[in-house]
T-cell receptor, first 114, second 112 residues
Framework: SQTIHQWPATLVQPVGSPLSLECTVE??????LYWYRQAAGRGLQLLFY??????ISSEVPQNLSASRPQDRQFILSSKKLLLSDSGFYLC?????????????FGPGTRLTVL | KQEVTQIPAALSVPEGENLVLNCSFT??????LQWFRQDPGKGLTSLLL?????REQTSGRLNASLDKSSGRSTLYIAASQPGDSATYLC???????????FGKGTSLLVTP
């Protein structure tokens, strides 16, 4: 069976500090990978997706970046955090070969920027 | 731009009741629709996926229907239990084929 891991579970960072959130998937190969953000009072929004190693697409302009150094690893980064980066960050995966396949979500990382 | 709306925003029912959660979307050209459950502070659990060519999907006490032409989906929960208390999210795949467009959810409380 497939599992998806995210860490850390919670993070409190000062404004201007760097960020690195990690997501890994087990039990599948060449998955589509996604980063979503759930901000207070707002719906979930797709930030980035990847269909393969080194292939990153951004859905919205922002202060964040993503990388996929390995097949089942997806990293969300920032060089300098803003207050508006606070939120609940969710990683998701979907089976390769179809953009329209079901998406499965990880446990999330709660980020608070002070 | 695809807009997804969920009604009601919150719902409280006594245990044992059957209930319906509603989801509507503005662009009927969707590829699929997915229903999720989110417990407080947790990630999303996928409940049901309905492909655009399908009318409904069932899993246990859950039944989801899809009417693409009218831009609507409903999630029916039979014989509700306190353990069903959570936020239920509806999402549709956008034209890009990758982004799930989410509604803001229905917060459900089932009281014993």
């Amino acid at each position: 069976s497939q599992t998806i891991h995210q860490w850390p579970a919670t993070l409190v960072q000062p404004v201007g500090s760097p960020l690195s959130l990690e997501c890994t998937v087990e039990g599948t190969s060449n998955p589509n990978l996604y980063w979503y953000r759930q901000a207070a009072g707002r719906g979930l929004q797709l930030l980035f997706y990847s269909v393969g190693i080194g292939q990153i697409s951004s859905e919205v302009p922002q202060n964040l970046s993503a990388s996929r150094p390995q097949d089942r690893q997806f990293i969300l980064s920032s060089k300098k955090l803003l207050l508006s980066d606070s939120g609940f960050y969710l990683c998701a995966w979907g089976r390769a070969g179809g953009a329209y396949n079901e998406q499965f979500f990880g446990p999330g990382t709660r980020l608070t920027v002070l | 731009k695809q807009e997804v709306t969920q009604i009601p925003a919150a719902l409280s029912v006594p245990e044992g009741e059957n209930l319906v959660l509603n989801c509507s979307f503005t662009d009927s050209a969707i590829y699929n629709l997915q229903w999720f459950r989110q417990d407080p502070g947790k990630g999303l659990t996928s409940l049901l996926l309905i492909q655009s060519s399908q009318r409904e999907q069932t899993s246990g006490r859950l039944n989801a229907s899809l009417d693409k032409s009218s831009g609507r989906s409903t999630l029916y929960i039979a014989a509700s239990q306190p353990g069903d208390s959570a936020t239920y999210l509806c999402a549709v795949i956008a034209d890009s084929g990758y982004a799930l467009n989410f509604g803001k959810g229905t917060s459900l409380l089932v009281t014993p």
